[in-house]
T-cell receptor, first 110, second 113 residues
């Protein structure tokens, strides 16, 4: 069974600081890895999807890396803003199944 | 595109009542997923449909839960009878087979008193 762990569980940073969110998984036979954002009381918004053959994916201030052999992914958010405050979820896909981590709750202080 | 549509957005019901949650996937998507999110267990897959056929229902907690997909544009998740421990946010997601990416609906927040 795939186990997904996210560290840290919570993070508070001043505006402008770079954010580093970590995700690890136990079964490296994955199809892809997806990072989501969830605002309180809201649904999930897909941020980045990295295929198993890729090493990284970038979108604006977001960059996600994938090291499949070691079972790790890192989400970098550059120059954080208060609007980046949310919970970030990592999800790993094996076949059709997405296994989610518990999330990292980020607070960016103005 | 309207995205994945779920209704109702909020549901409050009493223990023992039947609850029906609804989902309309993105047009053209042929895979549909029901998830449940709780503080204790996070996000869990309940059931997966492909081309309207249930492929994996191993995540359905017990016989009180049932799901149907009568056509490509509609699915229901039913709980009968409901219990307080069923209180959670239920998400529906859809994807196009081979496309990999799942798109989530806004969720239904269920409270069973």
């Amino acid at each position: 069974k795939q186990e997904v762990t996210q560290i840290p569980a919570a993070l508070s940073v001043p505006e402008g600081e770079n954010l580093v969110l970590n995700c690890s998984f136990t079964d490296s036979a994955i199809y892809n890895l997806q990072w989501f954002r969830q605002d309180p009381g809201k649904g999930l918004t897909s941020l980045l999807l990295i295929q198993s053959s890729q090493r990284e994916q970038t979108s604006g201030r977001l960059n996600a890396s994938l090291d499949k052999s070691s079972g790790r992914s890192t989400l970098y958010i550059a120059a954080s803003q208060p609007g980046d405050s949310a919970t970030y979820l990592c999800a790993v896909r094996n076949d059709y199944k997405l296994s989610f981590g518990a999330g990292t709750t980020v607070t960016v202080r103005a | 595109d309207a995205g994945v549509i779920q209704s109702p957005r909020h549901e409050v019901t009493e223990m023992g009542q039947e609850v029906t949650l609804r989902c309309k996937p993105i047009s053209g998507h042929n895979s549909l997923f029901w998830y449940r999110q709780t503080m204790m267990r996070g996000l869990e897959l309940l059931i997966y449909f492909n081309n309207n056929v249930p492929i994996d229902d191993s995540g359905m907690p017990e016989d009180r839960f049932s799901a149907k997909m009568p056509n490509a544009s509609f699915s229901t998740l039913k709980i009968q009878p409901s219990e307080p421990r069923d209180s959670a946010v239920y998400f529906c997601a859809s994807s196009f087979q081979g496309s990999n990416e799942q798109y989530f609906g806004p969720g239904t927040r269920l409270t069973v008193t």
